[in-house]
């Protein structure tokens, strides 16, 4: 890609440059390649597919020196050949010393940069040969080292003499960032445990043992850097605005005043303005509710059987009553009984047995039928009752975002602004756009799973950052944890750490933490730090209720009697002033 002034003597070179690079050459004006977005061609913007350091782009620019720094930039920070290898050769006329060189913000960009510019009546010294050269101009090829020693510079890499080339033949693209020289990064994040767990103190971060703490202690050491951590201003992970730009650990990176952040789930709309590192852990969605409690023990007597069957129980003994009736009827024997003296009669006989009963056949069948039918429903009810008193029947579990929305349950995410809200909000699946609409923040994530413990409240989290918290907080000594976990996940997120977009070393930490991947030390650090007995909190007493062994029956158990009591009482007293009343 060939950028260009239009003045001399820059314009006059054009041509010779790109009938030099022959057909793979794209040709910009310096001030439209500025003022023009990246083109929409995916081959023109993004790379992923290619190997790695397979593909690379060449910018030839040819420019003053103080327009080469607004180039640098937007080569950086535009999607132009996203992830690829970016290699620039400037050309500004006439040489600089290198002390004003290195005021050039250009320095900051990264990216392999040679400037040439020439000296008139240069005395050139083959090294290998001992040979002298005279030319009208030698070329001094100077080249940027942005994380040297005592910060960014430029150093003379070699001498170019028109006809012969190259005098010290020093590679000019050497790479960069083997070693940062003990360059200090700003590192933005917030706290996520197991894999970011800090204290301020004095205003100054300090990180605890945590999962991206000993990934960035390895990384540092590799690499040779140091770093400073903050938090974001406003306290939040990164909430996309209505003009594009975001809050938190995202608008810090999209406003470069941060070098790099620590764990970050990986979204599309974020990739839009920050870079990536490869994905370390897979961290899904997912949802906790208080544990199943035994349902109340006021409809105990009731519970054994279902509506059902009750109606079919009461639906039989009303037969019976008809069938009995009619019978005694037809057959001419205690016409004088009424319908509800009947009623009363095999009501009582299923009690006493001490009970008068017709002579005829056929009365006799149906109460001996009856008797069958009361004493089997009566034997499944008592063992029914026992079993129910014995292991109380628990509420149900909810393990879906599906039984959720139809449960009785509010449900909610903590205040932070992340990425688990920014999903629910742009979704355009149905059941995400009701989860969302139906959102109840909380201010903390100790405050969350208090109020999903306690009331009936979903707390929606992250699977991992949830775990460890109800591990370490919210679980008995003897292991009991405190709270149910969905077994159902939803929007599986890869975490990452991000940079600032355009980066150019972030190829340096994907391949450190590819290697600790494949050593499987991450995922063995997750394991150790989650299980370290040194991070449990004191653990809290609240008592949850019993929910095994045998329970002696309680009054809150045969609460349904005593209701069956009280209201046949009133009923009977009812029937009673009527009587009083008509005579």
């Not at 952040?261 to 490869?278: F, H």
């Not at 599986?492 to 972030?506: L, V």
Request: hydrophobic residues 40%; glycine residues 6%; charged residues 15%.
């Amino acid at each position: 890609m060939v950028l260009y002034t239009p003045e001399e003597p820059y314009l006059g070179l054009v041509e010779a440059v790109v009938s030099s690079l022959g057909d793979a050459t794209l040709l910009w004006e310096m001030n439209t390649f500025l003022h023009t977005p990246p083109p929409p061609y995916t081959v023109l913007t993004t790379t992923h597919h290619h190997a790695h350091g397979s593909f690379c782009v060449a910018y030839v620019i040819l420019a003053r020196l103080q327009d080469v720094g607004r180039v640098t930039m937007t080569i950086q920070r535009s999607k132009w050949f996203q992830d690829a290898n970016k290699m620039l050769l400037v050309y500004t006329g006439s040489a600089l010393p290198l002390s004003t060189l290195t005021q050039q913000n250009f320095l900051g960009s990264g990216y392999g940069t040679v400037i040439a510019s020439w000296l008139p009546w240069e005395k050139s010294v083959l090294r290998n040969t001992g040979q002298v050269f005279y030319n009208d101009l030698v070329y001094h090829l100077v080249s940027s080292f942005p994380c040297s020693t005592g910060g960014p510079q430029m150093a003379l890499v070699d001498v170019w003499v028109p006809g012969v080339g190259q005098v010290w033949n020093n590679p000019l693209y050497t790479d960069k960032f083997k070693n940062f020289h003990g360059h200090t990064f700003t590192v933005v994040t917030m706290n996520y445990a197991p894999f970011t767990f800090y204290e301020v103190k004095s205003g100054v971060v300090h990180l605890k043992d945590c999962v991206d703490a000993r990934i960035l202690r390895v990384i540092s050491s590799v690499l040779n850097f140091t770093y400073i951590i903050r938090e974001p201003p406003d306290g939040q992970w990164g909430l996309r605005l209505d003009n594009g730009s975001y809050t938190g650990v995202i608008g810090e990176l999209q406003k470069y005043t941060a070098d790099f952040s620590l764990n970050l789930a990986i979204t599309g709309e974020r990739g839009e303005v920050v870079d990536y590192t490869v994905g370390y852990f897979n961290d899904p969605l997912t949802f906790c509710t208080s544990k199943p409690r035994p349902l109340s023990q006021a409809l105990a007597l009731i519970r054994p059987f279902q509506p059902l069957m009750w109606m079919g129980i009461t639906g039989a003994l009303m037969l019976m009553c008809v069938m009995y009736y009619i019978t005694c009827q037809v057959t001419g024997q205690n016409t004088s009984t009424s319908y509800s003296l009947v009623l009363l009669k095999i009501f009582g006989a299923s009690l006493s047995q001490g009970c008068e009963w017709s002579v005829g056949n056929g009365p006799r069948l149906l109460v001996a039928t009856w008797i069958i039918f009361s004493m089997v429903t009566l034997t499944s009810y008592i063992a029914m009752l026992t079993a129910s008193f014995t292991l109380p029947k628990l509420s149900p579990t909810l393990n879906s975002l599906e039984d959720l929305v139809q449960s009785d349950l509010a449900w909610g995410i903590q205040q932070h602004e992340a990425a688990d809200y920014q999903l629910l909000k742009l979704s355009e699946v149905p059941l995400y756009q009701k989860v969302y609409k139906g959102l109840k923040v909380c201010p903390s994530l100790d405050d969350c799973l208090i109020r999903a413990r306690d009331t009936k409240y979903a707390f929606i989290a992250w699977r991992l950052y949830m775990e460890d918290r109800i591990a370490i907080r919210f679980t008995s000594v003897t292991g009991e944890q405190k709270l149910h976990i969905a077994t159902n996940n939803f929007f599986p997120s890869d975490i990452g750490w991000a940079f600032n977009a355009g980066c150019p070393y972030r190829s340096k930490f994907n391949q450190q933490i590819r290697r600790l991947l494949e050593a499987g030390l991450i995922s063995k650090w997750i394991s150790q730090i989650m299980k370290d007995p040194k991070r449990r909190e004191e653990v809290d007493t609240k008592k949850m209720p019993a929910l095994e062994g045998t329970q002696p029956i309680t009054l809150a158990q045969l609460a349904g009697a005593f209701y069956i009591l009280v209201i046949g009482n009133i009923i009977a007293l009812l029937l009673f002033l009527v009587e009083l009343c008509k005579t």
